[in-house]
């Protein structure tokens, strides 16, 4: 599979990087719109064709794979199909955007303390949405936070502007983050972001490179935070799929692919150039 077409050039230095030193690389992606095509109803989310093989591929030479979402860590481990994937042993997930760590290692997750905020919000949410005109929001409860969704609903981008004043002044009023995204406003821990949990991630493995994939808003602390340490010399590869249109992160990808099987070919073509390069 041939090289995917960088578009900057701090792209391309990082893809030499990491297929020249693997060992001392960190692959991660976002899961929802990255490693997973969006679909209607989040329970129903589940990896693109060929992803985990392709993450499992790399897993063998590099230092870490990991998956950094929004997502409850064992809800992402659990869709996604990683328990028991061949050659997926050391993946890491990082859950609700760096609160959560789960490692297949061991199977289990540790997390960050849940301000109580969030335990308040979910009394108030039902009555901010009536108040709001938007009661059949659908609300996914991951406990640690609270997602609102319009994705079902008739005009859904209309309903995510009604709300996004009701929840911002729920969110300050608990000390929460309003997280915004695809069809999507979440309650949820201030403190912690993708972009914070990578800087653990490059901390903790000491990596000299690293690949990240992502596609929705919640992504561009990620690629802020490798943009930022490339300065510190790190290598990176910021990879932006188009899935949820979040045009500042295209804008900031090396490479730009249309959906997660592109993602999945990015993610192929490394793993063939590591291949190629260590034969
Ligand atoms: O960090 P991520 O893995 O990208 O998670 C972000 C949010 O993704 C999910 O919502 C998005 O995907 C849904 C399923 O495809 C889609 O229906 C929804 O419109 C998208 O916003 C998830 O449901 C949220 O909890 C995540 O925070």
């Given amino acids: 599979m041939s090289t995917p077409v960088l578009v900057t050039e701090a792209g391309r230095q990082g893809w030499e990087a990491i297929v020249a030193d693997p ?4 692959i991660a992606s976002d899961f929802d719109g990255a490693l997973s095509p969006l679909v209607e ?6 990896a693109a064709d060929g992803a ?8 063998r030479s590099v230092s870490q794979v990991a998956i950094v979402t929004g997502r409850p860590a064992l809800v992402a481990t659990e869709l996604s199909g990683v328990t028991g994937h061949p050659g997926l042993g050391s993946l890491v997930v990082l859950g609700h955007y760096g609160l959560e760590r789960w490692e297949a290692a061991t199977g289990s997750v540790t997390s960050d303390p849940v301000p109580s905020g969030v335990g308040v919000a979910r009394e108030q949410l039902p009555a901010v949405l009536q108040a709001a005109g938007v009661p059949d929001a659908f ?16 005009d859904p981008s209309g309903a995510l502007e009604t709300l996004r004043a009701p929840l911002t002044e729920l969110a300050e009023s608990l000390e929460l983050r309003l997280e915004p995204g695809n069809l999507v406003l979440e309650l949820r821990p201030p403190g ?7 800087r653990r991630l490059v901390e903790s493995t000491g990596a000299r490179s690293v690949l990240y994939a992502g596609d929705d808003l919640g992504d561009l602390a990620a690629f802020r935070a490798l943009d930022a340490l490339r300065a510190d010399g790190l ?17 900031a ?26 034969r």
């Fill in 23 to 26: 060992a001392g690389a960190v």
């Fill in 41 to 46: 109803d989040p329970a129903m989310s589940r």
């Fill in 52 to 59: 985990l093989d392709a993450l499992a591929r790399l897993a």
């Fill in 139 to 154: 609300v996914e409860d991951k406990e640690s936070s609270l997602a609102v969704h319009t994705r079902r609903l008739a």
């Fill in 192 to 198: 912690i972001d993708k972009g914070v949990a990578l």
């Fill in 235 to 251: 290598y990176a590869v910021l990879v932006a799929a188009r899935s949820s249109g979040a045009t500042e992160l295209i804008e």
């Fill in 253 to 278: 990808g090396d490479i730009v692919v249309d959906d997660p099987a592109g993602v999945v070919t990015v993610l192929t073509a490394l793993a063939d150039a590591i291949a190629a390069r260590t």
